[in-house]
């Protein structure tokens, strides 16, 4: 047990989570899935646009997925970890699309230590979630979606498994350009734990919105994360983002986390800064087929990560 404990420390320090968040397990569902989200601050749930990677954040947003869509997911994460992810999307009829996906995060090779920290050997360490999403126009520019997961962690020779579901609404009004998002993710929790203590998932609600201007190619979105937890300042439930929108198939766009900066805060005094931790940019270009989205995040004050999105239309 003492080895256990030792390795969950380590792998909460890999995630960067804070007190609250390293109460619960499976933190790798907080990442973001799609580089457009990534790049408007990492939290993004209103973007209306045929792209698979968006419903992972939101599963209302299937509906604007194209019929038969592959997707495919690269994050290169920091200290090693490497987080992956596939996506095939059908659209059943005008009012229905289902989706499957699957997400794998390899946290790679660490030390295995004793409670005196000596090393005894080496273990592997990764997490897997398998997920299923339907999506239905419940009225006009009114779509719900349901995203329903199971997810397994290893850690060395112990294993945990877990059951949840993401809610998510979407009101898009095409003819002024908002989109108004809220999603309810990861409810749910663990139906086997590494040994007898049963972990918490990480329950997350969230509440966005996004508009974009007639008069200008740009787009500017606002996400409130973490709303359960009262104890945040407010602004540390915020994330923003703007894209412009070069044209109807390139945008370039830049966002700002601001809890992420704040958590990665080092120093004291005038020597205090984040050191770009919570800045994130990105662009992409989006074909009738063919997708390629790219997003730069800092979501540690040392490391930065690099997220890819393929995707194409059959």
Do not use: C
Not at 169 to 180: A, D, F, I, K
Not at 260 to 280: N, P
């Amino acid at each position: 047990m003492k080895k256990v404990v030792l390795t969950l420390l380590t792998l909460l320090l890999v995630m960067g989570t804070k007190a609250q968040e390293s109460q619960t397990e499976y933190n790798f569902l907080r990442l973001p899935v799609s580089a457009h989200a990534a790049a408007l601050g990492g939290e993004n749930i209103t973007i209306i646009e045929d792209d698979p990677a968006l419903m992972f954040s939101n599963p209302a947003l299937a509906s604007s997925v194209s019929d038969n869509t592959v997707g495919l997911n690269y994050m290169n994460y920091m200290h090693g970890a490497n987080y992956m992810g596939a996506s095939y999307t059908k659209a059943l009829g005008e009012k229905a699309t289902i989706a499957g996906g699957i997400l794998y995060m390899n946290y790679g090779k660490m030390k295995q230590v004793d409670e005196n920290n000596v090393q005894t050997g080496t273990f592997n360490a990764s997490d897997i979630a398998l997920e299923g999403i339907f999506s239905y126009e419940l009225a006009r520019n009114l779509v719900g979606g349901i995203t329903a997961k199971f997810i397994t962690s290893y850690i060395g020779n112990y294993n945990s498994m877990a059951v949840g579901v993401d809610l998510g609404l979407n009101w898009y009004e095409p003819e002024r350009q908002w989109s108004v998002s809220v999603v309810a993710k990861n409810l749910g929790g663990q139906v086997k734990a590494y040994e007898e203590d049963y972990g918490k998932m990480p329950f997350d609600l969230q509440l966005g919105v996004s508009k974009t201007f007639a008069a200008l190619p740009v787009r500017v979105s606002a996400t409130l994360v973490d709303m359960t937890h009262y104890n945040y300042r407010f602004i540390n439930h915020l994330n923003l983002g703007a894209d412009v929108l070069l044209s109807d198939n390139i945008w370039i766009g830049g966002g700002y986390n601001f809890r992420k900066s704040d958590e990665m805060t080092i120093g004291k005094g005038d020597d205090a800064g984040a050191h770009g931790a919570g800045l994130s940019l990105g662009a992409g270009i989006n074909l009738e087929r063919f997708k390629l989205n790219l997003a730069y995040g800092k979501y540690h004050a040392t490391s930065s990560s690099i997220l890819v999105n393929l995707a194409y239309s059959f």
